[in-house]
């Protein structure tokens, strides 16, 4: 029976959370920081993500056999290195990369100098500073439109601009770069050709030597419908990909799963956890857009309930290095989820909105994202994403149409969701 550490508070910590806790391999699950759902899972700590000496402490004083590190952030700051390099601390497994394997997502120059260096389909690309905005503007003329500009660090999922034209899109490098329109993520530019065709998210977990292929899905990341407006962290997701057939996904595994993998072990860098690969499908030929160290949100919650197997033994597994003896049950049915948000987002919005019907919800599994509760028990939104309604079905349009149905169930004052997840894959067919 094991205790664990999970580190987060949004849509993906409350799935995590909810399916950690049907393991019977499972005694006491934690959750830091959590939110207003996560407590029905574990016991909620009001400790902060990056404050690793608290979280070190609370590990050690609680016997806690595990911790597995939701967000990018403290990935990125180092948490997985932090307990190695400590006495006691180093025996007990965190399930996320060390801050080297990290810089896969927390440097966009990193990760596509891995790529070339690994021949792993990618698109152009150059990397600029404020020092060669000129050479940056040069670059830009010898790209067809549209230009893709995006923030060398993390930008909260926000730092990756499309812009149409040339004048817009040198206008924008220069932000970027000379006015630090994304603060420190953008004192570095990575400037990449645009490739023409239509996305999804591959997710792999390794031990470091075996890995395995979790299912695929696609997620929606403009506000508005018709994929328009301002890139949100993400208003829907589906899993399986209609597209992502038995053929496309050996190319994804032999071109850039395999070389991930080995790339890793190759450039001794260490990475026990999740790699999140974005990726561009371009006529049937896959090209990777981008790696995350960590699960997407909202796509985590379609691609979690679907694994069938016990999460902590998977967990485990990754932990001691014994990922290759595990096998990975999937459910084949679909999986939607539709992002409820609050009025405003991505921009300014207002949070303490009560959060009505969520006892009424039948049809749906309910994750929370930006929630809280008052002192009364009152459940209110406390982010822009607020919460992701997960549904089953044995098609794409059932699964969509209980997460659209509970969506009109779940109430706030100012609530938004897109009402065309799914618009894109409408008539194709899933090739089994």
Excluded at 182 to 194: L, M, P, Q, R
Excluded at 259 to 265: A, D, E, F, V
Excluded at 388 to 408: N, P, V
Aim: aromatic share 8%; hydrophobic share 40%.
């Amino acid at each position: 029976m094991k205790n664990i550490l999970l580190i987060g508070s949004g849509g993906r910590e409350s799935t995590f959370a909810w399916k950690l806790s049907q393991s019977e391999e499972l005694n006491q699950l934690y959750i830091t920081p959590g939110n207003a759902g996560t407590g029905a899972y574990g016991v909620n700590l009001n400790l902060a993500v990056d404050d690793f000496e608290g979280i070190g402490s609370f590990v050690l004083e609680n016997g806690i056999h595990m911790v597995i590190v939701g967000p990018e952030a403290p990935l990125v700051a180092g948490i997985s290195d932090y307990f190695e390099a400590h006495p006691r601390l180093k025996y007990i497994p965190v399930i996320g990369p060390a801050k080297q394997g990290a810089m896969l997502e927390g440097s966009k120059d990193f990760s596509k100098q891995f790529m070339i260096k690994h021949n792993i389909p990618t698109a152009a690309y150059g990397t600029f500073t404020s020092a060669s905005l000129a050479e940056g503007i040069e670059f830009l003329k010898r790209l067809k439109p549209p230009y893709v500009l995006k923030a060398d660090g993390l930008a909260a999922g926000k730092g990756v601009l499309i812009c149409d034209e040339l004048v817009q899109a040198r206008l924008e490098l220069s932000s970027m770069l000379i006015e630090e329109k994304f603060g420190e993520a953008s004192s570095k530019v990575v400037i990449e050709e645009f490739l023409n065709g239509i996305e999804l998210s591959v997710f792999v977990i390794t031990d470091g030597d075996n890995y395995k292929i979790l299912p695929a899905a696609k997620d929606y990341k403009r506000i508005g419908e018709g994929d328009t407006g301002l890139n949100t962290g993400g208003m829907g997701a589906i899993s399986p990909v209609v597209f992502a057939d038995d053929e496309f996904m050996q190319k994804v595994e032999e071109r850039i799963v395999k070389p991930t993998i080995n790339g890793l072990k190759q450039d001794k860098i260490p990475y026990r956890g999740f790699i999140f690969i974005g990726l561009m499908n371009v006529g049937g030929e896959p090209f990777v857009i981008e790696y995350n160290c960590r699960m997407g949100d909202p796509e985590t919650e379609v691609v979690l309930p679907r694994i069938k197997s016990d999460l902590v033994e998977v967990m485990e597994a990754v932990g001691n290095g014994s990922l290759d003896e595990v096998d990975l049950e999937i459910d084949p049915r679909f999986a939607t989820t539709v992002m409820l948000v609050s009025d405003g987002y991505p921009g300014k919005y207002e949070k303490g909105k009560a959060i009505k019907n969520l006892d009424k919800v039948t049809e749906s599994l309910v994750f929370h994202a930006g929630t809280k509760k008052d002192e009364s028990g009152q459940v209110l939104t406390n982010g822009g994403r607020v919460i992701a309604l997960t549904s089953f079905g044995d098609t794409m349009q059932e699964a969509l149409g209980k997460s659209f149905r509970t969506a009109e169930v779940v109430d706030f004052d100012g609530k938004y969701y897109r009402k065309d997840i799914g618009f894109d894959l409408q008539g194709k067919v899933l090739q089994k």
